[in-house]
């Protein structure tokens, strides 16, 4: 099992990025699939959940109405679409495997993680 979580950068406050999880060494189209981020001296947090058809998604309260949370099972990848970007969105963004059915917004429910991509937000 492999994620591979990219598209971070450096990005001035109110802009977007588009980050992207792929995966591959298991049947995406099966599992729900979670975004969490962690900042600098923080934990790591929730920041987006999606079944593992699409047609249901979850958010953290910080973040809706400004992310987005998809996916393309046939790419085999998961995306989080991140606009009006806020300093406070500056951190290390993860794509995990929720170990079973149903979101969960506790990271001990998720088993496969990605590396990471970071994002930085500047005002």
């Known amino acids: 099992v492999q994620l591979q979580a990219s598209g971070g950068g450096l990005v001035q406050a109110g802009g977007s990025l588009q980050l992207s999880c792929a995966a591959s060494?298991?049947?995406?189209?099966?599992?729900?699939m979670g975004w969490f981020r962690q900042a600098p001296g923080k934990e790591r947090e929730f920041v987006a959940a999606i079944s593992s058809g699409g047609g249901r998604t979850n958010y953290a309260d910080s973040v809706k109405g400004r992310f987005s949370i998809s996916r393309d099972n046939a790419k085999n990848t998961v995306y989080l679409q991140m606009n009006s970007l806020k300093p406070e969105d500056t951190a290390v963004y993860y794509c995990?495997?929720?170990?079973?059915?149903?979101?969960?917004?506790?990271?001990?429910?998720?088993?496969?993680w990605g590396q990471g991509t970071l994002v930085t937000v500047f005002s």
């Open positions: 060494g298991f049947i995406l189209s099966i599992y729900y």
């Open positions: 995990a495997r929720r170990s079973r059915s149903g979101s969960s917004y506790n990271d001990d429910d998720y088993d496969y």
